[in-house]
């Protein structure tokens, strides 16, 4: 079955320092997907940055990096340039893939949460 | 509107009343899921559908819970008989297409359901 585990239940960061948030995952699936979800306290579950099993390259988007290592099945998001509206939950997950059109949900580790210090 | 819209936002329903949550996924959006979110933990997934196929609700967690999307586009969970334990807050998502590769998934703010 599948598993990720994120193992820093609570971070703090300097404002404009960059911060690695961890995650590990686990499933015997070849192909997968793996993303980072930010929440606020509102509660929106918002999309940060994706990576394909198969992507060869590590996925950024702005600000995110995604630190992918297959072998070592982490896939670690690393915020550059912190700022305060970064506090927030942040999540890993992982997407199994559809096979006969079942699957395809999302399963979410515990989250770390991330305050960043003026 | 531009993003998955979920009412209500707050909900207080006493121990043993019915409960409907809405959801309004992405316009176009094939793939609409609901999710139940305790405090402090991840979302888990409660059930999943293709237009108006549910596909999987394996993770409707008993059978006071309920969920429909007749036409393939609004869909509402139902919660029969609530129970304190059924306090959370319940996400709905949605995706472009069926689920494959980088289709991402679009949250809703979710309903945040407290059982008193």
């Known amino acids: 079955a599948q598993k990720i585990t994120q193992t820093q239940p609570g971070m703090f960061v300097q404002e404009k320092e960059a911060v690695t948030l961890d995650c590990t995952y686990d499933?015997?699936?070849?192909?997968?997907?793996l993303f980072w979800y930010k929440q606020p306290s509102s509660g929106e579950m918002i999309f940060l940055i994706y990576q394909g099993s198969y992507d060869e390259q590590n996925a950024t988007e702005g600000r995110y990096s995604l630190n992918f290592q297959k072998a070592r099945k982490s896939a670690n998001l690393v915020i550059s340039a912190s700022q305060l509206g970064d506090s927030a939950m942040y999540f890993c997950?992982?997407?199994?893939?559809?096979?006969?059109?079942?699957?395809?949900?999302?399963?979410f580790g515990q989250g770390t949460e991330l305050s960043v210090k003026p | 509107g531009a993003g998955v819209s979920q009412s209500p936002r707050y909900k207080v329903a006493k121990r043993g009343q019915d409960v409907a949550l809405r959801c309004d996924p992405i316009?176009?959006?094939?793939?609409l899921f609901w999710y139940q979110q305790a405090l402090g933990q991840g979302p888990e997934f409660l059930t999943y559908f293709q237009n108006e196929a549910q596909l999987d609700k394996s993770g409707l967690p008993s059978d006071r819970f309920f969920a429909e999307r007749p036409e393939g586009s609004v869909s509402t969970l139902k919660i029969q008989r609530t129970q304190q334990e059924d306090s959370a807050v319940y996400l709905c998502?949605?995706?472009?297409?069926?689920?494959?590769?980088?289709?991402?998934?679009?949250f809703g703010e979710g309903s945040w359901l407290t059982v008193v």
């Open positions: 998502a949605s995706s472009l297409a069926g689920g494959e590769g980088k289709n991402t998934i679009y």
């Open positions: 316009s176009g959006h094939v793939s």
């Open positions: 499933t015997s699936d070849q192909s997968y997907g």
């Open positions: 997950a992982m997407r199994e893939p559809m096979i006969y059109n079942q699957g395809g949900k999302l399963i």
